[in-house]
């Protein structure tokens, strides 16, 4: 249980860093004298929304994928399901991590094709996507560590009391 807890957050980490480093290439492309949105290529464009004035929204799935992860060990540590499916979500969630990190890298070379022009400000979405990466990687620190302490209660009520007939009988084939 315990490796399939840290896992998960290790996959959440993943997905906050690309999603961070995604969103800091992009407004640095933007920023820069090589791409002017009237200019830029149309995947740029995309991914620009899509990690950028959409930020919040990644950060909020990266989140709620690693939440889904930590109910599935939760399960698997009372015998619920089987602990793989915690495995699987959290590393699903780490290879669509580096898929977008390839995405994002392809697409901020493409504007280098284009000729130079001048920068544009920041939106209000872009702004609030800046702010939203360190609340969101906060929270995702705070719900790990409830359970952690959640799994380390479970585990020292069955210390306490020993194992009893009932969890042996349990498994995954109800």
């Given amino acids: 249980m315990g490796l399939a807890l840290a896992c998960a957050g290790l996959a959440y980490l993943v997905w906050a ?28 464009r995309v991914v620009k ?6 930020g919040i929204a990644i950060d909020l799935v990266g989140l709620g994928w690693m939440a889904a992860s930590l109910v599935l060990v939760a399960l698997s540590s009372r015998q619920r399901i089987s602990i793989s499916w915690a495995w699987t979500c959290a590393i699903v969630q780490a290879f669509l991590a580096a898929l977008g990190s390839v995405l994002v890298s392809y697409s901020a070379y493409l504007p280098f094709f284009m000729p130079a022009a001048g920068a544009s400000d920041a939106t209000v979405m872009e702004k609030v996507s800046a702010l939203s990466l360190p609340v969101t990687l906060a929270l995702a620190v705070l719900v790990w560590l409830a359970f952690l302490l959640f799994l380390l209660a479970e585990r020292a009520k069955v210390n306490r009391r020993g194992p009893t007939m009932r969890d042996g009988l349990k498994t995954m084939y109800r």
Avoid at 24 to 36: D, G, P, Y
């Fill in 17 to 44: 860093l690309v999603a961070g480093i995604s969103r800091e290439v992009m407004q640095e492309l933007i920023r820069s004298a090589f791409a002017h949105p009237g200019k830029m290529p149309d995947l740029t």
């Fill in 49 to 54: 929304i899509f990690f950028v004035d959409a």
